[in-house]
Nanobody, 119 residues
Framework: VHVVESGGDLVQPGGSLRLSCAASGTIYNIIAMGWYRQAPGKQRELVAMRTRGGNTNYGDNVEGRFTISRVNAENTTYLQMNNLEPEDTAVYYC??????????????WGQGTLVIVSS
């Protein structure tokens, strides 16, 4: 199972950005799909996660500003980021978990996409 992110860019404080993530390969299902981020010198942290059933979970620092959405039929997820702050600068990673067609669990990560919030 492979995961590919896109959409990272340089944006000014207060601006918006939309990240996309697509999963492909021997996927039977995706139980949860979402986003983490890692800023320089910091640990990777949860940004937002959405389950197949529609339950969502957001990191403390982004709730109210970021929105995760998912298209189950297309194995894709999106992260709409509004009112961006310099503290949101990080590499954003997409993660997908579920079962593959051999009925084995997978936990797939993308290579990351860089978001820089700066004037």
């Amino acid at each position: 199972v492979h995961v590919v992110e896109s959409g990272g860019d340089l944006v000014q404080p207060g601006g918006s950005l939309r990240l996309s993530c697509a999963a492909s390969g021997t996927i039977y299902n995706i139980i949860a799909m979402g986003w983490y981020r890692q800023a320089p010198g910091k640990q990777r942290e949860l940004v937002a996660m959405r389950t197949r059933g529609g339950n969502t979970n957001y990191g403390d620092n982004v709730e109210g500003r970021f929105t995760i959405s998912r298209v189950n039929a297309e194995n894709t997820t999106y992260l709409q980021m509004n009112n961006l702050e310099p503290e949101d600068t990080a590499v954003y990673y997409c993660n997908a978990r579920g079962y593959d067609t051999n009925w084995k669990t997978y936990d797939a990560w993308g290579q990351g996409t860089l978001v820089i919030v700066s004037s």
